[in-house]
């Protein structure tokens, strides 16, 4: 269970204070994918950026089954990130090499991660790219090598920054499939998005963020049947939902 | 055994880039060899004006001081060069996500990336000789003993310039002025003990030029202070760093070129 207490982050840039997230509280248990949306600045990578000790709150607390973020060491073995997709990876590397560096960088043994690189190199449809470097590849092909190194981390939570950006539909829905797939495996996982059909089809629990405020937590089915207009869409739901600002 | 397994991939995929890198480090090669050929012209033509022994000694002081202020210079580079290069690319923050902490990570690329250097420099050295028509024996022994004080302490230093490339990102300005910095360091009397012998990588250049190339011998209990020194440096580098990554993530400023 990841559990956020009273998280907040505020910067001081010059004599200016920006209150980037306002404190909010947050349970998220095993086997669980919740999706944190809201409009551009927020505060859902910020948000992302402190559950992984890239930012330091100003407030609060995060816990992984009872271990604090404070224990950096074991807190980050538990833990696997793809911050900015396809920017986050050794462009000079082939794919497999990024996905060997990355297991070896949390200090894991060849005969733990070689299967686990295998497996996701075949399930993300990259084994025809595997020797080849990642500057030659797509857009999205660099995305699926991303997340593909952080798949075979074997993590027990995953934070995922636009999983799907750059991907093309059929590939979307397999990075659908692969979620769930990850999901039933008992892995916290927690993507920010746009997509509204990923979120309908893979996500338990949406967190919206507007102005650094969590302002609801709910299913998507819960947002649907509230603030739908009866088309039954997500998109339309959220939109006025976030009119609103409140659940 | 976990470290183990980080610091070998360190090796095998630094050696990989520098072969993915091979034209920079030829050019890199060529650059520092033309520079030696300028320097036996600059040095050659003051032939006239002092004996033959003393210009030799001059030579080996001059090709030792090059090669010493290479290895310094890329030592203290390293890691300032690697925050940069990772934060243009967007690996920075996965090194930061590493459990074992982004200065175990970036000291083992450092380590590897000197010692290739370090390699380059020992096939180098015989080329400038032959260059400069000018042939001096070097006890690779007592090479290793005092390149391990020196490194540790451009490392330590290494660190200090990471620190501020981790907050203010573009560094290179103030890392060129850095290089005036480190002939100043090669240059100051720092032997025997006295207050420039604190300085950092002052002590370990003024030695290696001492023992290497005039042919003086040294202390064990010199050798020791070098090491003590080193080490000293070395863990203020890393404290230093630590506080500039603080200070990064409390900014949120950590990756963000």
Known sequence: MLEITNLSKTFKIKSREIKAVKPYDLTINKGEVVAFIGPNGAGKTTSIKMLCGLVTPTTGNICLCDMTISKRSKYLSQLGAVLEGARNIYWRLNPFENMEVFCRMRGLAPKVYLDRIDHYIKLLDLEKYKTIECRYLSRGNQQKVAIACILALNAEVLLLDEPTLGLDIEMSHRMMEIISGEKSKDRIIIVTTHDMEFIEQTVDRVVAFKDGNVFFKSTPTEIISKFGNGDNRLSTAYLKAIKEETL | ?257
């Not at chain 2, 050019?27 to 003051?46: D, E, K, P, R, Y």
């Not at chain 2, 203290?76 to 060069?81: G, Q, Y």
């Not at chain 2, 100051?188 to 604190?198: D, E």
């Not at chain 2, 203020?236 to 900014?251: D, Q, T, V």
């Open chain 2, 1 to 257: 055994m976990k470290f183990l397994w980080m610091f070998t991939s360190e090796i095998k995929y630094g050696l990989i880039m520098q072969k993915r890198y091979l034209f920079d480090i030829l050019a890199g090669i060529v650059n520092i060899l033309l520079f030696v050929i300028f320097i036996q012209l600059g040095i050659h033509s003051l032939q006239g004006d002092i004996s033959s022994a003393a210009l030799g000694t001059k030579l080996s002081s001059v090709i030792i001081g090059f090669f010493t202020f290479i290895v310094i210079s890329s030592g203290i580079m390293l890691v300032a060069n690697n925050i940069t290069e990772g934060a243009t690319t967007g690996t920075l923050e996965q090194t930061m996500l590493t459990p074992f902490g982004a200065e175990y990570v970036l000291l083992s690329r450092t380590i590897v990336g000197s010692v290739v250097n370090l390699l380059i420099c020992l096939i180098l050295i015989p080329i400038s000789m032959l260059i400069c028509r000018h042939w001096f024996s070097i006890d690779i022994g007592m090479l290793f003993v005092l390149l391990v004080p020196l490194w540790l302490s451009c490392w330590g230093v290494g660190f200090i310039l990471g620190a501020f490339a981790l907050i203010f990102k573009r560094v290179q300005s103030f890392m060129n002025l850095t290089q005036f910095l480190i002939l100043s360091l090669m240059v100051v009397p720092s032997y025997p003990f006295n207050l420039y012998s604190l300085l950092p990588i002052s002590s370990e250049a003024t030695t290696m030029n001492r023992v290497l190339a005039v042919g003086n011998s040294v202390t064990s209990e010199w050798v020791l202070f070098l090491y003590l020194h080193g080490l000293i440096y070395l863990i203020l580098g890393i404290l230093i760093f630590k506080l500039g990554e603080r200070y990064a993530c409390n900014k949120g400023i950590l990756g963000q070129y």
